[in-house]
Structure formats: structure tokens, C-alpha cells
């Protein structure tokens, strides 16, 4: 066994039922999504629009589960509301197996898209609590890494499903996410709950997040950075396809490039980026996205079939490699700059940026596709700029993101941690 492995194995086998939830919520996720609609329409007598009206208006009724979590989880903990999370969603799936109406998919999916909610508003809590300072880069990456795994392999079983078509198979899917949101339930009772102490830290609640003006810029980037990684999704599967006219396996292509560099290289090029200034690593992070973006505008000059999907694939490769640098740096600096005691509203505040960005980017996306492949690609350039410009105002005003990844900075919390790799040599920095 290597020094890694003996280094990965120690902290994963302590709380390896943390990672088994987060395995199984996202295998979960990854097999019913892509379905979701096909679901419905296979074992109701619906119409797409009444399907779709059904699930957008309970995606926005569930947007205000966020913020509210917030004070909760500065209470009561976060293990307590993700455990409730869980029991809901589980619920919202028991509830697909027998709904027949537009209101009763409402409802039930109301249940699972607050639960989804309220797990991202819970996770980088969680996370930031049992993780050790110095160590959360790491742990964001790796369960990050972990997360996209799970996605990759709930795709696949979707499509395993989608090939048989037939209604009790839709169904035994459904069963399983239920099941699995249980089971996700019981392995989080083994995960320690870590409350913050009662202290003036807590004076002020929501008046003094909103308040806190060195933390707004850090949301407004992760607005720009999430609306960045939806572009995944939206606008380069229809780019690829329906503009430039490739084969439909491009898409495919690209998604699968994604998920293997993501699920197996973001813990890989975390430890490498030992020693390096966060935010000048954010700003790199859009480096990529922008590098990317004038890729796929490139493939539009390009008359070869054959080059113009390498010129796609090439921009894939670069865009992935700015998602890779950017969240598990985001995702800790957002937590590490919230006071323990407000960290759930400082994080909750910070996954609205997120929510939001998922809400405006599909009808954004597609006016700028229907535009043009220069207004597509320019404005997202547009969009990386404005990031990394924002990741230099929060390098001058965040002490948190002035630090180098990997070196624990001083801090009053005593939370319980996961225990980290020995001490090494200090890296080499630019």
C-alpha cells in the first residue's frame, strides 16, 4: 500500500458512512433525473406541459427552502436538517409511485426539490465540520470527485432504463430512490453533529449577513462561477448538435470527458495546488472557462467535421479544467469566511447565488444560442471576466482567500475533525 492510499484510507474509513450518503444521493439523483419526465408521462395520463408545469412551479416554491435552513442549521446543526432532508425526499419519492394529477406531481416534487435544497445549503456545513482547517480544499474535492462518480453511474443506469421503456421499470426506479434517501437517513446518524456555541458571533442573524459587505462579493462570484458550470447542460450539447451540426455522440462525448476528469482528477490536481494564493487560483479557474468558450466559438470557422469535434472536445477539456480548479476553492472559501456561529446563513446566502443561477441560465442560454454562436460565446467570456475579476476584489478584501491552499490558518473553532495527512515539507510556490 503507498503512503496515498494509507493517507486516503484513514480519513474515508472514519467516516466512511458520511462518504456512503453522499454516494448514495447521488447515484440516486444521477438515475432519476434524466428520466424524471419520461417518468411521468410512461405512468400518468399527463401532457408535457402539465408535467412541466408541475415540476417548474414546485422548483420555484422550493427556492425559498435555502435560506430559510439557514437559521435552523445555526441552531440546531446540520446534521439534524440533512437527516430531515432526507426523510423528505424520501417521502416525495414514495409519493411519485401513486400521483395522477398535476397538483399531486407538484407536491411530491415540491418535497424532493426542497430537499435538494436544503442538502446544498447543509453539505458545505457539514464538510467544513468535520473536515480539518488546511484539509477542506481537499475533502471538498474529493467528495466532489465522489458526487460526479455517482451522477456518471445513475446516468448510466438511466439509460439502461430508458432502453426498456416499460412502466415497472420506471417504478423500480422510483422504489430505489426512496430506499436510497433511507438509507441515507440512517448512515447520517453516524455522523457527529458539530452545533456552534451559543456567543455573540450568533448577535444579528440574517441583518448581519446581508450586511457584511467583504462576503457579498464572494456570492456574487459564485453566481457567475455556477452559471459557468451550467453551460455544461444547456448550451454545449445544443451548440455541438443543432449548430454546428456534429454527430450526436458529441454531446455524449463531452459529458463523458467531464465526468471522468472531474470524478477522477479534481482530488489528483487539488493536492497539486498545495501552496497556491486561493483566489489567484479562482481567477485561473476562469482563465479555463474563457479559454474554453473562444474554443467553441472557433469550431464555428471550422469547415472539417472531424476538426471541428476536435475543436469542441479540445474547449470541453479546458472548461472542465476551470470547474476542476474552481469549486472545491469556492466551496471552501465560502465556508471558511462565514463565523461558525452564522455559517449556515452565510451558506445559505451563498447557495441562493447557485439556485439562482440555475433559474435565469436554461432561458438565458437559449436566447443567446438562438442569437448566435459569437453572442453565445462572447457573453460567457463576458461572464468569466467578470469572475475572475471578482475573485481579485475577494483575493484584497477576504483574508480567507488570501491564504495559501492547504496551510491551516489560525482559528477559535474547536470542531471535530477529520483527521489530516502527516506533516509534510512546505510546498514550493510561485
Known sequence: MTNSDRRLRTPISRHGRFVAAIVVDSIGTGVFIPVSMLYFLATTSLTLMQVGAALTTAGLLALPAG?????????????????????????????YLVVGQTWQIA????????????????????????????RREYWFGLLGSIRNIGYAVGGLLSAVAVSIGTPGVYAAIVVVNALSYLTAFVLMRAVPNSRPKTSQDAAGGWRRVLR??????????????????????????????????????????????????????????????????????????????????????????????????????????????????????????????????????????????????GAIAPITLSGLLSTGAAATWLTLVG????????????????????????????????????????????????
Open 67 to 95: 435560506p430559510l435552513v439557514g437559521g435552523l442549521v445555526d441552531r440546531y446543526g446540520a446534521k439534524p436538517v440533512l437527516q430531515t432532508a432526507n426523510l423528505a425526499q424520501a417521502l416525495g419519492f414514495a409519493g
Open 107 to 134: 407536491v411530491c416534487a415540491w418535497l424532493n426539490s426542497a430537499g435538494r435544497a436544503v442538502f446544498s445549503g447543509c453539505y458545505g456545513v457539514t464538510v467544513t465540520a468535520l473536515a480539518a482547517p488546511g
Open 212 to 357: 457584511d459587505r467583504r462576503y457579498l462579493p464572494l456570492v456574487g462570484h459564485q453566481l457567475c462561477f455556477a452559471f459557468s458550470l451550467f453551460a455544461l447542460n444547456i448550451a454545449i450539447p445544443v451548440y455541438a448538435v443543432d449548430v454546428l451540426g456534429l454527430p450526436g455522440w458529441t454531446a455524449g462525448a463531452v459529458f463523458m470527458l467531464n465526468t471522468l476528469m472531474v470524478g477522477f482528477g479534481q482530488g489528483v490536481v487539488v493536492g497539486r495546488l498545495s501552496g497556491r494564493v486561493r483566489s489567484r487560483v479562482l481567477v485561473a479557474a476562469h482563465a479555463c472557462f474563457a479559454a474554453g468558450y473562444l474554443l467553441f466559438l472557433a469550431a464555428d470557422r471550422v469547415t472539417a467535421l472531424a476538426l471541428a469535434v476536435a475543436v469542441v472536445v479540445l474547449g470541453a477539456g479546458s472548461y472542465t479544467f476551470g470547474e476542476i480548479l474552481g469549486s472545491p476553492i469556492t466551496s471552501t472559501v465560502a465556508a471558511e469566511s462565514a463565523p461558525d456561529a452564522l455559517r449556515g446563513r452565510y451558506l445559505a446566502l451563498n447557495q441562493l447565488a447557485v439556485t439562482i443561477a
Open 383 to 430: 461572464v468569466s471576466v467578470l469572475g475572475a475579476t471578482l475573485a481579485t476584489v475577494i483575493g484584497k478584501v477576504v483574508p480567507v482567500a488570501q491564504s495559501r491552499i492547504g496551510r491551516v490558518q489560525p482559528s477559535p473553532s474547536t470542531a471535530q475533525t477529520l483527521p489530516h495527512r502527516r506533516k509534510q515539507e512546505p510546498s514550493q510556490t510561485p
